[in-house]
């Protein structure tokens, strides 16, 4: 069937408002909990899974890896665990991810690299096929892993599995994705995999693994220290998913730069590596706070409180980037508004996420009469809290990055600007909800839909 195809219209500045809201799921809490728990041994229970295309593309994928997963209700699986070197299917079997780099990575290559005798066929969609698999083929390598044709590191490819997967030292980067893989392909390798993270990236993988004392060993110090053992069993998950900060962030965004507006956001997990974006707005003068903190699935839980607030344009250094990666296009759009240069630096992988961010954001900005200055690893805009928004419009087509046309979105609401953008289906990887949530808010837009 046509994949259908929506294009949505912003004509009308939002009201204020005062309004508590439930976010939309956490999508990494979700895949990884389908993903571990297939290799976990014994049933696992997911509450509260975020319900969207990216998820429901891991699920697919994990079924033609011959895992049973039960829907009990919305939002609520089971998954019969068989245990590691479970996953079985025949020879060029197609996992389509869909536009999920995280299945891509975590699934495709970290859990199927060292499964025995697995020979997969890798795709996903336009966006997904564009971004560069280099980093994560090239650790894969290492477990024994041939992925062809060589020298090709974009979908579609092959992968056949490791023959004889024995674990290996990894100096992790930024990306918490390939660390992640590197500690799903090493649960299932013969020996000792250690990772070495100099700079903490996101960790909820190793929450959803702390329960297996067996298999993960945290060693904090200058250095973080992940070592994993080998080819031990994984005790089962049972979770209910929190909130997502990086979904919550751009109602957050919204509120700040609505005059007279009050949102309480609840719920959401504030795990330290994921609330960059709040922290830096809180540093820059955002009236924002977390209370009824409570742990939840390993994860610290709270509702997030947001005022209307006068920020300070936003000086964001290299090293923020790690904890805020996904909300770097909402705020790009927030210093639009802002009375005075922004500068954010160290963004150069912004470049390979689901499209160019940088450069797409720098299109929205000149839409808007909005100048900037920018280089592979930084960005200047030049905002302006008195914005003239006569025959402006902001039109965004083609492209297919949930979080620009999100961003997108938020912009038109604050400023009144007439925004057009299509391909709005792309919305539903992450935010499934978001439009419904903008109507409740007091949002008004228009719809449009076709095959």
Do not use: W
């Amino acid at each position: 069937m046509a994949q259908e195809h929506i294009s949505v219209t912003f004509r009308k500045k939002i009201k204020s408002f005062n309004k508590s809201i439930i976010v939309d799921s956490d999508k990494s809490i979700s895949q990884r909990s389908f993903i571990i728990g297939s290799i976990s041994e014994g049933v696992s229970v997911v509450k509260n899974a975020l319900m969207s295309e990216d998820i429901f593309s891991t699920i697919s994928a994990l079924r033609k890896l011959g895992c049973r997963i039960q829907k009990v209700k919305t939002g609520e699986y089971k998954i019969y665990g068989k245990g590691l070197g479970s996953f079985y299917c025949k020879k060029n079997t197609v996992l389509n991810f869909g536009n999920s780099g995280t299945a891509a990575r975590l699934l495709g290559f970290g859990a199927c690299s060292t499964n025995p005798d697995l020979q997969v066929r890798l795709t996903g969609d336009k966006s997904l096929s564009k971004r560069s698999m280099f980093k994560i083929i090239k650790v894969m390598e290492q477990f024994g892993a041939e992925i062809i044709p060589k020298n090709k590191f974009h979908f579609p490819l092959t992968l056949v599995s490791s023959s004889m997967p024995i674990g290996i030292k990894f100096d992790a980067g930024i990306s918490s994705q390939i660390k992640s893989a590197v500690m799903l392909a090493g649960i299932n390798s013969y020996g000792k995999t250690t990772i070495v993270e100099k700079i903490k990236s996101r960790d909820h993988t190793e929450k959803m693994l702390i329960h297996n004392r067996n298999v993960i060993k945290l060693k904090k110090g200058k250095q973080n220290i992940i070592e994993i053992k080998g080819r031990e069993k994984l005790n089962p998950i049972n979770l209910s998913v929190p909130g997502d900060p990086s979904s919550a962030s751009f109602y957050a965004a919204l509120c700040l730069l609505n005059k007279n507006s009050k949102i309480i956001l609840k719920k959401v997990h504030i795990n330290p590596t994921r609330i960059g974006f709040f922290n830096i707005i809180k540093k820059h003068n955002g009236k924002i706070s977390f209370k009824n903190k409570k742990i939840q699935g390993n994860e610290i839980v709270a509702d997030i409180h947001v005022h209307s607030s006068r920020i300070k344009p936003l000086k964001v250094a290299e090293n923020q980037f790690v904890s805020c990666q996904d909300e770097y296009p909402i705020m790009m759009g927030m210093a639009c508004f802002l009375p005075g240069t922004s500068i954010f630096k160290g963004i150069e992988d912004l470049a390979n996420k689901e499209s160019n961010r940088i450069k797409e954001m720098e299109k929205i900005c000149k839409q808007i009469g909005i100048k900037t200055q920018s280089s592979k690893n930084y960005i200047k805009i030049y905002g302006n809290s008195n914005l003239n928004i006569k025959n402006k419009k902001i039109s965004v087509s083609g492209v297919l990055d949930h979080r620009i046309l999100i961003s997108a979105s938020i912009l038109g609401l604050i400023s009144g600007i007439k925004t057009q953008l299509k391909n709005f289906e792309q919305v539903k990887t992450s935010c499934p909800n978001f439009l419904s949530t903008i109507s409740r808010l007091g949002g008004k837009f228009e719809i449009k839909k076709k095959n």
